[in-house]
Each structure stands twice: as structure tokens, then as C-alpha cells.
């Protein structure tokens, strides 16, 4: 058997390690949500938003679907409602500052807040074995912007419980620290005690601008799908830092914060290109919402075990 069909060995042993997983149910000591537990999720009108909210209403919980585009929305939102699940939905365009506070204030209003936060929504315009970085600014201002000022306008709105607040952001192994060749900036992002928005802005910024001198090649950044790499890059790094900032907070008050890969799934981001279900995808989130015995923060991880970042 050589390596190829060794790795594929592995990864199906692996997928069916987690869908036994994901039949387990919760015993009752271990559920600490019920069905007034407000979990938002955007970007959840199809693939692996779609599934999460999906999972989570599965689960009992209230969950909240967040849409760009009004219609798709309530499409997704109607096909939960019709599964019996407890499911809402509110239009939210994550990069426009209006649309966040109408949201947030829509939420507030109906719900008194929210306990979990999955940052979900999210763009990539490389597909197949392409590497274009032409539409840089939108990844970036997409994925590591909108998913940041996302973050950074619900923490306010989390609401005190035992159990705490989760946020878990989608990212991706893409965006791992040894992705990037500049040992100087990989160095200052992998210091968790000196890393700061400001350090994180300038990165993303630095490689905005090298795209637009057309000097970005030379720039040691990832060299696979190089502006949604960074994009993620960003968001792991946002991660740990506001892990570092939450981790202060009293009990009744804590808030959880961690990222996760998907890996290569099956969706319209991929291209349909991917070799994962959106099923699949959807449980690792879902499991780091609801653990009630391990409070962890600032991690990384996929198929529901830890990673390096």
C-alpha cells in the first residue's frame, strides 16, 4: 500500500470514528443548554452554515440564521421550521457596519442577547488548482474583517450563564503559521503575550498593499490560495488574541473563543470540489459549542481534536 492509499485509509477510518461520535447523545448531567439558548449562526443559508444551524437546532437549542440575501434565508430557515426545529432568521451583510447594528439590535430585542456564535460566513474565489489574488480586498475585508467586527459587536451581547459564551469561527489549516515564509512576521504572530489587533491589521494590510504594487510573490505569503490563506491566517491570530483579552472574566461572565478547519468539504465554496459532507464539517463546531466539561479557548482545531496553529 503505498502513502496515497495509506493517507486515504486513514482519513476514512477517521471519518467514521466521528459519524459513531456524533451519535452518542449528551447525557443529561452533560447538557447544559435548553431551548432558550440563543446560538447564531452566519452565513447559514446553505452548506456548512446551513448544517451547523441544522445540528444545533437538532440539538434543542434556539438558532438564529444569518443571510446576506434575504430570500435564501428564509428559504433555509423554512426547511428547519418544517423539520420541527426551533430556527429564526435575520438578514445580516457582515462587512456593512449598518447591517451589524441593525442585527444586533434586532437581537437584543428579541432574544436579550445570545450564548453562542458560530462566524461561519465567509468568501473564496479560488477554486480547482487556481491561485488568483485579484479579489484580495473582498477576502480579506470578508473573512477576516467582517468575521472580527462580527465577534467584537456580539461579545457585548453574551449573556452570563454557568456554562458561558462560545464563539467558534470557521478557518482553515491554510492559514497555519508554517504556511507563511516570512520568519520575521511569523515569529511576532506566534507570540501570544506581544500579539495585538494593530500587529494583525498591519499584516493583512501589508499584503493588501503588496497585491496592489504586484510585489506579493516575493512577499513570503502562503503560496496556496494565497488572499483567503491570509484571510484565515488573520482570523486564527484574532483568535488568540481575544482568548488572551477574554480569559480575565469572571465566572458567570466567560466567554470561549476558538477557530476551526472544516478541511476540503463539499460546497459551493470549494467548487463542489471538496471530498468532506457538510454533515461531516459541521460537527466539530457543534461539539465546541455544546462540550460542558472542557472550557477551553484560544485553540485550534479539526475532527474534534486539537491542532497546531
Known sequence: MDKKEKA??????RRQEISLLRTIPYSDHQRWWTSDTIAVVTGANRGIGFEIAHQLGMH????????????????????????????????????DPSSLKSFSEWLK??????????????VNFNVG????????????????YGTKNMT?????????????????????RLGRLSKLQN?????????????????????????????????????????????????????????????????????????????????WVKTALTGWAGSISPEEAADTPVWLSLIPDKFVTGKFFAERREINF
Not at 152 to 172: C, D, E, Q, W, Y
Not at 209 to 231: A, L
Request: contains cysteine; aromatic residues 6%; hydrophobic residues 35%.
Open 8 to 13: 486515504k485509509e486513514k482519513r476514512e477510518k
Open 60 to 95: 434543542g437549542l434556539t438558532v438564529v440564521v444569518t443571510s446576506r440575501e434575504t430570500g435564501v434565508g428564509e428559504e433555509a430557515v423554512k426547511v428547519m421550521q418544517e423539520g420541527g426545529l426551533n430556527v429564526a432568521f435575520h438578514q445580516l451583510d457582515i462587512v
Open 109 to 122: 430585542e428579541t432574544y436579550g442577547g445570545l450564548d453562542i456564535l458560530i462566524n461561519n460566513a465567509g
Open 129 to 144: 488548482t487556481s491561485n488568483s489574488v485579484e479579489n484580495a480586498e473582498t477576502v480579506i475585508k470578508t473573512n477576516y
Open 152 to 172: 467584537k459587536t456580539m461579545i457585548p451581547l453574551m449573556r452570563s450563564t454557568a456554562a458561558g459564551g462560545h464563539i467558534v469561527s470557521v478557518t482553515s
Open 183 to 263: 520568519d520575521e512576521l511569523r515569529k511576532k504572530l506566534e507570540d501570544v503575550d506581544k500579539l495585538s489587533e494593530e500587529l494583525i491589521d498591519q499584516t493583512v494590510e501589508s499584503f493588501l498593499k503588496q497585491v496592489k504594487e504586484g510585489t506579493w510573490e516575493s512577499g513570503g505569503w502562503p503560496q496556496t490560495f494565497t488572499d483567503y490563506s491570509v484571510s484565515k491566517l488573520a482570523v486564527n491570530a484574532f483568535t488568540r488574541l481575544m482568548a488572551r483579552e477574554l480569559s480575565d472574566r469572571p465566572d458567570g461572565q466567560k466567554i470561549y473563543i476558538n477557530c476551526y478547519c472544516p478541511g
